[in-house]
């Protein structure tokens, strides 16, 4: 499982996992406030949120070069882009300062709860068989017919996305610039459910020419890879084995984050 439905919205499935294992936080300082100390519960609360800011400003300290050319993307955090570990220091480090020593167990206590709670949910939405690049014949924007397995041989980055979804049109110059400057890692830009004048016409209108723009008008890609919403992300490597998937907008910091896995 890759995300959660909720209608037409589609939810990543880690960011569901990391909601409910700070609610499991949340709810344990409060019980304990009770039980223990009343002190739990602001506790509880300021953890989490400066966990939260730790691992943010973790992650744009580590693709600092990325977010200087715009330092207003520190805050589009619903793109993602969080480093737990940084996280895990920033609210480890608040608790070792306002909980005395003699109710570190305590806060221990809640902190394992809330990592077995996002293990456990980890074990349920992981795992499953292998998935690997379709052998799905596609037309390209010029009308040449493409088989997706064609592709294997280089790292490939496939993009499903549409022309009149938003987060879409946000990504694709972003997408379609790191494809031009990464050439030893194909692209493949999919558009779902389009037909050609349509995704001609955005793209020439946003002035952008991407090698390789695939027309899928049925879906057949969403439906083989089982894609949840719009825009999703697969990543394969040379021989099509899939490494990772993203759904929702990629920010720069991510996309090169995946780039680098993938090689």
């Known amino acids: 499982m890759d995300a959660v439905q909720l209608g037409p919205?589609?939810?990543?499935?880690?960011?569901?996992?990391?909601?409910?294992?700070?609610l499991v936080l949340v709810i344990t300082g409060e019980v304990l406030a009770r039980k223990v100390d009343r002190r739990f519960s602001p506790w509880a609360y300021n953890a989490v949120f400066l966990g939260l800011v730790g691992a943010r400003l973790g992650f744009v300290l580590e693709n600092l070069p990325v977010f200087a050319k715009d330092p207003l993307s520190v805050l589009y955090v619903w793109q993602g882009g969080f480093d737990p570990v940084?996280?895990?220091?920033?609210?480890?480090?608040?608790?070792?300062?306002?909980?005395?020593?003699?109710?570190?167990?305590?806060?221990?206590v809640a902190a394992l709860l809330a990592g077995l709670t996002a293990g456990v949910l980890f074990t349920r939405g992981?795992?499953?068989?292998?998935?690997?690049?379709?052998?799905?014949?596609?037309?390209?924007?010029?009308?040449t017919p493409v088989n997706l397995e064609d592709f294997r041989g280089k790292p490939?980055?496939?993009?499903?996305?549409?022309?009149?979804?938003p987060p879409c049109r946000r990504e694709l110059p972003m997408m379609v610039r790191l494809s031009q400057e990464h050439p030893g890692v194909r692209f493949a830009f999919v558009s779902q459910g389009e037909g050609p004048a349509v995704v001609k016409a955005f793209l020439e209108g946003q002035g952008l020419?991407?090698?390789?723009?695939?027309?899928?008008?049925e879906t057949r890609v969403s439906q083989a890879l089982g894609v949840q919403g719009l825009p999703t992300t697969f990543f394969f490597d040379s021989s099509g084995r899939l490494v990772a998937r993203h759904l929702g907008e990629l920010s720069e910091a991510l996309l090169l984050g995946y780039l680098r896995v993938l090689r």
């Open 156 to 165: 490939l980055v496939l993009n499903t996305w549409a022309t009149w979804c």
């Open 86 to 108: 940084w996280g895990i220091l920033a609210g480890g480090g608040y608790t070792l300062m306002v909980v005395p020593k003699h109710l570190w167990r305590y806060a221990l």
């Open 209 to 217: 020419a991407p090698e390789w723009v695939l027309l899928d008008p």
């Open 126 to 143: 992981g795992g499953g068989q292998e998935v690997r690049l379709p052998a799905l014949e596609l037309s390209a924007l010029g009308g």
């Open 9 to 22: 919205l589609a939810i990543p499935w880690t960011r569901v996992q990391v909601a409910l294992a700070l």
